[in-house]
């Protein structure tokens, strides 16, 4: 356990540096990683099923304790990202099939990768971490019908297939790992650090099967969609961010928010865009985008705005730390 363990912490430490190395080499030469796309489904399972088998009281407290933050948080996932994706698919004049990715992009909820960037830019992991379970939960409804709503003009959308498939996805694999966690809770602790190493070996194999999939198309969708990609990020970022001022949220709790609404779970976007639109080449691109963009963009943010604040946090562990200890992080001397 000892090897896993250190094993779990280089990579987490280092995930960012290793999931850019991943997406040069997959777009270079994507045939080694073109068994990953097909399993897509598979690997976004895992990682919620490692979701659950981490979560505790903890993860739900903020909701009693600061739930005016924590609910702007939820709700701004689900307004302000999908009325934005929709609105700068139309304002721009995308075809009908983009528009659908970007709907795609807008509706599902934060993706957990916020959870990290929020440590590292001193924002409310405990608020972050609450905000990402209980909207990944609400996504295996929202997302489904949200998509429903906007993008159903475009193309024939069953709300109840699409239903049924994000509940296999995220919902099913949470409550299994809920239920295994409780069934093993006293030896948890010695497997924590392999259900981390899994899921971020999961994550990054996302990455490259994404990169190595859809790599060529993300280069010749043009830089309109890049643009739009990246604006919407940004937009999620300082909405997240000042509207939280704006409405009496503290700076650290509005970092977490700005995490939150900037970074979305591109995975389950990838996989509801290959099951439900597979016909529609173009409708999994912008979440392809997302997915480089969100991990590009996110550390720089965090770092700028770590670096304003002028401390350093020790990131040994970290998300054994995040869901175990409630966020509370100790810093480095």
């Not at 690997?43 to 739930?67: D, E, H, R, W």
């Not at 009908?96 to 924002?123: E, Q, R």
């Amino acid at each position: 356990m000892k090897t896993v363990n250190t094993i779990a912490a280089f990579v987490n430490k280092y995930l960012i540096y290793i999931m850019i190395l991943l997406m040069i080499v997959s777009y270079f030469f994507p045939q080694p990683f073109l068994w990953i796309p097909p399993r897509t489904t598979i690997l976004l399972s895992i990682i919620m099923f490692c979701m659950g088998m981490t979560l505790n009281v903890a993860a739900f407290k903020m909701v009693v304790l600061q739930p005016k933050a924590f609910i702007l948080g939820v709700l701004f996932q689900f307004t302000i990202s999908p009325l934005v994706a929709y609105g700068l698919a139309q304002l721009f004049g995308l075809s009908s099939s983009l528009i659908i990715g970007f709907v795609l992009l807008g509706c599902v909820s934060g993706g957990t990768a916020s959870n990290v960037m929020t440590f590292i830019g001193k924002g409310d992991v405990a608020l972050t971490v609450s905000m990402t379970t209980v909207s990944t939960l609400l996504a295996t409804v929202v997302t489904p019908f949200l998509v429903y709503v906007l993008a159903g003009q475009y193309t024939e959308i069953s709300f109840w297939e699409m239903l049924l498939s994000v509940l296999q996805m995220v919902l099913l694999p949470i409550i299994l790992g809920v239920i295994v966690h409780k069934l093993i809770a006293k030896h948890i602790e010695r497997f924590l650090q392999s259900f981390v190493l899994i899921s971020s070996v999961s994550i990054l194999l996302i990455v490259a099967g994404t990169v190595a999939r859809n790599g060529a198309v993300i280069v010749q969708s043009g830089l309109i969609v890049i643009f739009l990609v990246l604006l919407h990020n940004l937009i999620g970022y300082g909405a997240g961010y000042g509207l939280s001022r704006v409405m009496g949220v503290s700076a650290t709790q509005a970092k977490s928010i700005m995490f939150q609404l900037g970074m979305k779970n591109t995975g389950l976007a990838i996989s509801l865009a290959n099951a439900h639109f597979a016909a529609i080449a173009a409708a999994v691109t912008p979440a392809a985008v997302g997915m480089v963009i969100h991990q590009i963009t996110g550390p720089i943010l965090a770092n700028l705005v770590a670096k304003k604040e002028g401390e350093k946090y020790e990131s040994k562990y970290l998300f054994a730390k995040l869901h175990n200890r409630g966020g509370r992080l100790r810093k480095s001397k």
